[in-house]
């Protein structure tokens, strides 16, 4: 079945440095991947989405490219803020089947 | 995308009690899906809620604890029934907005004392 790995957190950054938060997952075929993120107390946002191979997906300064050979879809970010303090969820689908999430990373950004 | 009204965005209830949870969409879906997230913990999925025929519910998942309503395309309601403490989580219900996403509910964040 479908698997969604993701980096274990916590994980506490400083103000202004670089993101990387690992995802890899296990599909049959060509799913899409996700990254949605949870700030605190509300629900989950769509931050960024790949379709196939190669995409890459951007949105708010991070950054994340489907790797078919690698199997994966990293999060990347050249300069966190504290507004970026949340819980990040990588999640695949394939067609109209169920979203898989990963456990989910929490990341605290302090200044 | 699709816009979801979710509502109670949180309650407090006594045990043996039950809540109904409501997700509103701003536009016609085929599925809806609802989610637990326990505390601390990732999104599991409960069921997939079609309009017109019953709910298709995960593994340790039962309609008898999670009655789902679908009387239209753009509603649905969970019941959260006979409740204990270790249904306190966040609910969520989910669509897939085509060509973006799937998009979420802002959450129901349930404690049961």
């Known amino acids: 079945g479908n698997s969604v790995t993701q980096m274990e957190g916590p994980v506490t950054l400083s103000e202004e440095a670089f993101l990387t938060i690992n995802c890899t997952y296990t599909?049959?075929?060509?799913?899409?991947l996700f990254w949605y993120v949870q700030y605190p107390g509300e629900g989950l946002q769509l931050l960024l989405k790949?379709?196939?191979?190669?995409d890459k997906g951007s949105n708010k300064g991070f950054e994340a490219t489907y790797r078919k050979e690698t199997t994966s879809f990293h999060l990347e970010k050249g300069s966190v803020q504290v507004s970026d303090s949340a819980v990040y969820f990588c999640?695949?689908?394939?067609?109209?089947?169920?979203?898989?999430f990963g456990t989910g990373t929490r990341l605290t950004i302090i200044p | 995308s699709a816009v979801i009204s979710q509502k109670p965005s949180r309650d407090i209830c006594q045990r043996g009690t039950s809540l109904t949870i409501q997700c509103q969409v701003d536009?016609?879906?085929?599925?809806m899906f609802w989610y637990r997230q326990q505390p601390g913990q990732s999104l599991t999925l409960i069921a997939t809620?079609?309009?017109?025929?019953?709910?298709?519910?995960e593994s340790g998942f039962v309609i008898d604890k999670f009655p789902i309503s679908r009387p239209n395309l753009t509603f649905s309601t969970l019941t959260v029934s006979n409740m204990s403490p270790e249904d306190s989580s966040i609910y969520l219900c989910?669509?897939?907005?085509?060509?973006?996403?799937?998009?979420f509910g802002s959450g129901t964040r349930l404690t049961v004392v």
């Open positions: 790949a379709t196939k191979a190669d």
């Open positions: 999640a695949l689908s394939r067609g109209n089947e169920k979203l898989t």
């Open positions: 536009s016609q879906v085929t599925m």
């Open positions: 809620a079609n309009q017109g025929s019953e709910a298709t519910y």
């Open positions: 599909a049959t075929g060509y799913p899409s």
């Open positions: 989910s669509v897939d907005s085509f060509n973006y996403g799937y998009t």
